[in-house]
């Protein structure tokens, strides 16, 4: 997932909702390190999922959020080594939908969260009994319009082609959220 923003989303101007866009949208508009802004918004998304969830969820997330902030730093240290897909948004949105999706959808079948966004997402899904997909377009739709402050409104249109891209592929991985609950009341 953060190779996937910073050589794809980042470069082109797109951008994915929850937890992830909102770190490019405080990059963008105050230069706020991602890595440090992905590690707080995370923490303030797992105590929610946490009290649902318990231990065992909050053990996998951690792992996977630390790694995905390393890997932040990393990739961003590194610099974007794929060419820009800026003047290509549409192959630009589909890319970066897949990237997200596929990585979301792997941690959260495992039973954690590769982020806030991820366990946001998790907490909606159970508290208003609906899809894991629909919660992630919930939350991302909030954070895309929140981006419209950075991108341009005939730019934000790709950016939601992103989210619903990486929406429909985390959906297509399994969730027990009972299962999760199950582990917190034994």
Do not use: W
């Not at 923490?43 to 997330?61: D, M, V, W, Y």
């Not at 992103?162 to 999760?180: A, C, H, P, R």
Request: glycine share 10%; net charge neutral; aromatic share 12%.
């Amino acid at each position: 997932m953060s190779f996937t923003v910073v050589n794809i989303h980042l470069q082109a101007g797109i951008t994915e909702g929850g937890v992830l866009g909102l770190t490019v949208l405080l990059y963008k508009l105050l230069d706020f390190d991602p890595s440090i802004a992905s590690g707080a918004l995370d923490f303030i998304c797992f105590l929610l999922a946490f009290s649902r969830f318990g231990k065992n969820f909050l053990k996998k997330t951690a792992v996977a959020s630390l790694a995905f902030a390393v890997f932040y730093k990393i990739f961003m240290g590194i610099g974007a080594f794929l060419p820009s897909f800026y003047n290509m948004p549409i192959i630009a949105s589909v890319l970066g939908g897949i990237g997200i999706g596929i990585g979301c959808g792997l941690v959260i079948e495992q039973g954690g969260a590769a982020g806030g966004d991820d366990a946001l997402a998790l907490v909606i899904a159970d508290k208003l009994k609906v899809h894991i997909s629909k919660a992630y377009l919930i939350s991302d739709l909030v954070v895309l319009f929140m981006s419209l402050a950075y991108i341009p409104f005939n730019r934000i249109f790709f950016s939601i082609i992103t989210t619903v891209v990486s929406s429909i592929l985390v959906g297509q991985f399994e969730v027990n959220l009972e299962g999760k609950k199950q582990e917190q009341s034994a």
